[in-house]
């Protein structure tokens, strides 16, 4: 039988960080020794007491079914948290727990936004954003992030860029692949200008304790009269070290929360039981806050590691980021290739990367790299790199 797909599977696109990771394990299979700076994980391990309340929660029978917005009790902790964190009072049925964060994305679009909206989105950006915008046959509409701005919005351009058919403005602070952090001016402008254009936004915040160097993370959701226009987009993967827990929450006005909680009931079901218990540890425990601390300062070190490592390469330059954990270093003066040069650089070299463009059209001429591994594995890597430049160049 010849399966026959539906025209909507061409629109949807795919995360590099994923195939790039499948092509790197299947190298080191044969033998090759990669270094992996493809993937957007943290390698550290998940905090102890974090583990130990999801064994608990086991043992303690928290392994069924729960209400599909979540546990009650996880979303009453959520919801302190983010209201204590980011002055503004969250009730928890405004809270929605999913099993990993690209859900309040999918959601927010099968619920808000038709077909022939436009949806302004960050360039370059998470691919899933421009993707999913695709799939449900909404119009993305970039905006571009430029090096000479630290990878911030141009406001004026971003005003240009609202219509009539504008529904949703996503942003995402700290920002993945550049690790550019929006000031506090800038939320206020997008704020004024969601207000004024009666826009939807949804703030990606995934990376939002990873901050460096005394910058400070500015929430839209924080801001006056935005909360009853703000979906906010958090949890546990990259902060507390839970990838592989799926567990990601929503904040949205209570009518989008429930038509949140109606499709979890036709796609998931619910979020793992003993899961949703590990984050009341995860949220409220000062041991894993203290986790969180010593797991920043290692990515400071590490960040300023590979940005010294980056700019030594000739050829290369890179701005160094204010959050997140990515490089974003521009090759353009090489004169190589972005997506030729991820390819080569794994394929000859064993060292995974990303090409720019998989990010997007404004990712031409950028290389991304995750400072997801240790100081020493990150030298090896800078080595590795800046010797092939050297030799691909001299060619």
């Known amino acids: 039988m010849a399966l026959k ?12 960080a994923f195939e790039v990771l499948a092509r790197a394990k299947a190298l080191e299979k044969h033998g090759m020794r990669v270094v992996h700076l493809e993937i957007g994980e943290p390698d550290f ?9 999801a064994i608990g929660a086991l043992r303690s029978d928290y392994t069924h079914y729960t209400p599909a917005g979540g546990i009650g009790e996880v979303r009453e902790t959520v919801a302190g948290f983010v209201s204590k ?6 009730e928890p049925g405004e809270v929605v727990l999913v099993p990993g964060s ?4 999918l959601f927010t ?4 936004v038709e077909p022939g909206d436009e949806v ?4 370059p950006g998470y691919p899933v954003y421009s993707s999913l915008v695709s799939f449900i046959e909404a119009k993305p509409v970039p905006i571009r992030l430029r090096e000479d701005r630290g990878f911030r919005m141009d406001l004026e351009e971003l005003a240009s860029l609202v219509t009539d058919k504008t529904r949703l403005l996503i942003v995402n602070t700290p920002q993945n692949p550049t690790g550019g952090v929006l000031t506090s001016e800038d939320v206020e402008f997008i704020s004024r200008l969601a207000q004024e254009r009666d826009l939807l936004v949804l703030s990606d915040e995934i990376y939002s304790q990873i901050v460096y160097d005394g910058f400070q993370h500015t929430s839209l959701l924080s801001q006056p009269g935005m909360k009853e226009r703000t979906v906010l987009l958090d949890g546990m993967s990259k902060a507390y070290a839970m990838c592989g827990w799926r567990l990601g929450y929503g904040v949205a006005p209570r009518e989008l929360a429930a038509s949140m909680e109606t499709l979890m009931i036709n796609s998931s079901s619910c979020a793992a039981a003993f899961t949703q218990m590990a984050a009341i540890e995860a949220l409220t425990s000062p041991e894993s806050e203290r986790a969180v601390g010593r797991m920043v300062a290692e990515f400071r070190s590490r960040r300023d590691i590979m940005v010294d490592g980056l700019n030594a390469i000739p050829g290369v330059s890179c701005v160094k980021p204010e959050g997140a954990f990515y490089a974003f ?3 353009s003066q090489t004169g190589l290739d972005e997506q030729d040069l991820a390819n080569r650089l794994l394929n000859q070299v064993g060292v995974a990367v990303l090409p720019g463009t998989a990010f997007g059209e404004g990712g031409r001429g950028y290389l991304r790299l995750a400072y997801t591994n240790s100081e020493d594995n ?14 691909a160049t001299r060619q």
């Open 329 to 331: 270093p521009n090759i």
């Open 120 to 123: 302004i989105l960050p360039d």
């Open 45 to 53: 391990p998940t905090p102890d007491n974090i583990i130990e309340a």
């Open 85 to 90: 964190r980011l002055g503004v009072e969250v």
């Open 378 to 391: 990150i030298r090896e890597a800078l080595t590795r790199v800046g010797d092939f430049i050297a030799e």
């Open 109 to 112: 679009l099968l619920a808000c």
């Open 102 to 105: 690209k859900n309040v994305l």
């Open 5 to 16: 797909f539906t025209q909507r599977m061409s629109r949807i696109g795919t995360e590099g």
